[in-house]
C-alpha cells in the first residue's frame, strides 16, 4: 500500500538507517540507537532514538561511547515521550530543532535547471568535496571523510549519490537513500558562491525522480533553515520534528 507522508514510523527508520551506516548500533530498529564514524564533525556521530529504556541507563552508556567526538543527542517522533525533558533535567542543552518535511513522489517537481548545469551521479570522493564546505567539513578532515563514506554499510538501503556541476566542477551535491518505499534525502548542499540560483532546487528534484525510479512512494528529508523555504516551494510539507541536544560542556 502507498505510504503517506505522516506515517512517521518508516521516515523516521529511514533516518536511523542513513546514519547507522556510518557505524554504531549494530540494527537501527534497537531501543538505543548511536551513531559513531569516530571522525571529529558533530554530524557524524550522535544519538538517534531512545525507546523502553531508563534515560539515565542510556545516557551513561551513550557518553561512554561517544566520549572524545563531538556529537549530538536527536529527539524526535519515533522516541519515547519525556526523552527530551529528561535530558534536560539531566543537564542537557537544547540547540534547537529542525523540520521533518515529506512529500509524495505522485508528482515530482520540474523547477527550471540553471543555466549552464548538470546532475549526474557520483563518486564518494567528489559528492564528499561538493558537500564539506557548506556542512563544515575542515580540509584535514576531508580524506577521512571519503574513507569513511565508501566504507558505507550497504546492507540498510539503497543509496544514490548525485552531485551538480557547473563547468565541469562539482558545486552541489544530494544523496538519496531508499528503504521500501520511502526515498531520504541527505546532504542537500550548494557551494556558497552558486546559491540563489536554483541550484538546490533542481538537485532535490532530481533525487526526488532517483527514488521514485527506485520504487519510492513518499520523500522525506530534514530541513535546515536555509533549506526550508526551498523545500516548502517544491512541494514539501512539515509533518513532525527533532530535537537536538549536547552535553553541557559542549
Not at 57 to 84: H, I, K, M
Not at 115 to 135: H, K, N, Q, W
Request: glycine letters at 10%.
Amino acid at each position: 500500500m502507498t505510504l503517506s507522508v505522516h506515517d512517521l514510523a518508516p521516515q523516521t527508520a529511514n533516518l536511523r538507517a542513513h546514519w547507522v551506516a556510518w557505524g554504531g548500533a549494530p540494527d537501527p530498529d534497537d531501543a538505543l540507537v548511536y551513531y559513531r564514524s569516530g571522525l571529529q564533525h558533530p554530524m557524524l556521530n550522535g544519538v538517534l532514538r531512545l525507546r523502553d529504556r531508563p534515560l539515565d541507563e542510556a545516557a551513561t552508556e551513550v557518553e561512554r561511547r561517544l566520549a572524545g567526538l563531538p556529537w549530538r543527542w536527536w529527539v524526535g517522533p519515533d522516541s519515547d515521550p519525556g526523552v527530551a525533558a529528561g535530558l534536560a533535567a539531566r543537564g542537557y542543552v537544547r540547540r534547537g530543532a529542525v523540520p521533518i518535511m515529506a512529500m509524495g513522489l505522485d508528482r515530482i517537481p520540474e523547477p527550471p535547471l540553471p543555466d549552464g548545469l548538470t546532475i549526474a551521479r557520483s563518486d564518494a570522493a567528489e559528492y564528499v568535496g561538493a558537500y564539506a564546505g557548506p556542512f563544515g567539513v575542515p580540509p584535514e578532515l576531508l580524506e577521512a571523510t571519503v574513507d569513511a563514506e565508501r566504507r558505507l554499510r550497504t546492507d540498510l538501503g539503497t543509496l544514490i549519490r548525485l552531485v551538480g556541476r557547473v563547468d565541469g566542477r562539482a558545486v552541489a551535491a544530494a544523496a538519496v537513500l531508499l528503504t521500501g518505499e520511502v526515498a531520504g534525502l541527505y546532504w542537500i548542499a550548494t557551494d556558497a558562491a552558486h546559491r540563489q540560483k536554483g541550484i538546490a532546487a533542481a538537485l532535490t528534484a532530481a533525487a526526488m525522480a532517483a527514488g521514485r525510479e527506485h520504487g519510492g512512494s513518499i520523500c522525506t528529508l530534514q530541513a535546515s533553515s536555509l533549506g526550508e523555504p526551498v523545500y516548502r516551494r517544491l512541494g514539501f510539507a512539515t509533518v513532525a520534528e527533532i530535537q537536538a541536544f549536547t552535553l553541557p560542556a559542549d
